[in-house]
Nanobody, 124 residues
Framework: QVQLVESGGGLVQAGGSLRLSCVAT????????LGWFRRAPGREREFVAG????????TYADSVQGRFTISRDNAKNTVYLQVISLKPEDTAVYYC?????????????????WGQGTQVTVSS
């Protein structure tokens, strides 16, 4: 069993930046693929970024490529999402997720554990 707790969200002006963190408890964190998703009001949950077990491979949604960076620290059981150049359309609840697999994943169905989410609000 893995429990995930996100933090770091908040209210920020357009063009600003945030660093989201997600701390995991439980075993097998270091052998899990991790991901960040988001859900904006009235919209479906969407993939944002993913990272494989070692951190050697990452992938991003086109809408955040070049602005968001996912990373992980297996010694701290933590995954991060550094976000810069925020836009109002980035406003959403951001969730981290963990999958019991080594290879990177982008579909929500591939993930086994989810955090409760952290709100990011970007004002124009």
């Amino acid at each position: 069993q893995v429990q995930l707790v996100e933090s770091g969200g908040g209210l920020v002006q357009a063009g600003g930046s945030l660093r989201l963190s997600c701390v995991a408890t439980g075993r097998a964190f270091s052998s899990s693929t991790l991901g960040w998703f988001r859900r904006a009001p009235g919209r479906e949950r969407e993939f944002v970024a993913g990272i494989n077990w070692s951190g050697g491979r990452t992938t991003y949604a086109d809408s955040v490529q070049g602005r968001f960076t996912i990373s992980r620290d297996n010694a701290k059981n933590t995954v991060y999402l550094q976000v810069i150049s925020l836009k109002p359309e980035d406003t959403a609840v951001y969730y981290c997720a963990a999958a019991r697999r080594l290879t990177i994943a982008t579909m929500p169905e591939a993930f086994d554990y989810w955090g409760q989410g952290t709100q990011v609000t970007v004002s124009s």
